[in-house]
């Protein structure tokens, strides 16, 4: 069955940088989609970054200019850079797949990882 592993989160001060990992296994980039969301205690799960296998990228609005996505077919890894970190920031991280084109609608994923924390302080 399909696998995503996240790793990466922890805490940071505000401006600082992490970078988020996911590696997929049993799951192939070819058409298919692969996307950041994030979600806070008592909040839906928002989408923050996404990629096709066309390399086109999505970002939310909040996270344009700070953000970067990125994948490593080689390595079946999808990347997250986080930079100018703030504490709106501090969610749990989860990378999500999906065949066939997508962005960022959390119903369109089939395929989730168990998470990882990313705390921000001020």
């Known amino acids: 069955q399909v696998q995503l592993v996240e790793s990466g989160g922890g805490s940071v001060q505000a401006g600082g940088s992490l970078r988020l990992s996911c590696t997929v296994s049993?799951?192939?980039?070819?058409?298919?989609?692969m996307a950041w969301f994030r979600q806070t205690p008592g909040n839906e799960r928002e989408g923050v970054a996404a990629?096709?296998?066309?390399?086109?990228?999505t970002y939310a609005d909040s996270v344009k200019g700070r953000f970067t996505i990125s994948k490593d077919n080689a390595k079946n890894t999808l990347y997250l850079q986080m930079n100018s970190l703030k504490p709106e920031d501090t969610a749990i991280y989860y990378c999500?797949?999906?065949?066939?084109?997508?962005?960022?609608?959390?119903?369109?994923?089939?395929?989730w990882g168990q998470g990882t924390q990313v705390t921000v302080s001020s």
């Open positions: 990629i096709d296998s066309r390399g086109m990228t």
């Open positions: 049993r799951f192939t980039f070819t058409y298919s989609s």
């Open positions: 999500a797949a999906a065949w066939g084109l997508h962005r960022l609608g959390a119903n369109e994923y089939v395929y």
